[in-house]
């Protein structure tokens, strides 16, 4: 069991994918993403293991929730500077989390 005060410190904010791409060089099928948090967080990018269900036009404006306090993450040749957050469908693949309707960017998940 954690604290609320363990759980405040995980700072989860809702972002804009701005830019998608294939991620060619990843050991498993990737994308890199580019995810606008707005106000002092701005644009960060990040990587993800999304492909089965998601093409990268289709991601482009979409809302997603992300972790965005942990520290920059080198992942192959791409700088991962959040962490962008989803559930496992019932193979395991990645299904995003966002909100159900549209919010204000920055948001923080509480």
Do not use: C
């Amino acid at each position: 069991m954690i604290t609320y005060a363990e759980f405040e410190q995980v700072d989860i904010r809702v972002g804009r994918i701005t830019r998608a791409e294939p991620y060619p060089e990843a050991r498993k099928p990737a994308y890199k993403l580019w995810v606008d948090f707005g106000g002092d967080i701005g644009e960060k990018r990040s990587s993800a293991q999304i492909t089965k269900h998601y093409q990268p036009e289709g991601l482009i404006g979409r809302q997603v929730l992300a972790v965005v306090n942990f520290p920059p993450r080198q992942i192959g040749k791409v700088l991962s500077e959040v962490l962008v957050l989803g559930l496992p469908d019932a193979d395991g693949e990645v299904v995003l989390i966002g909100p159900g309707r549209e919010v204000p960017l920055g948001g923080k998940l509480f």
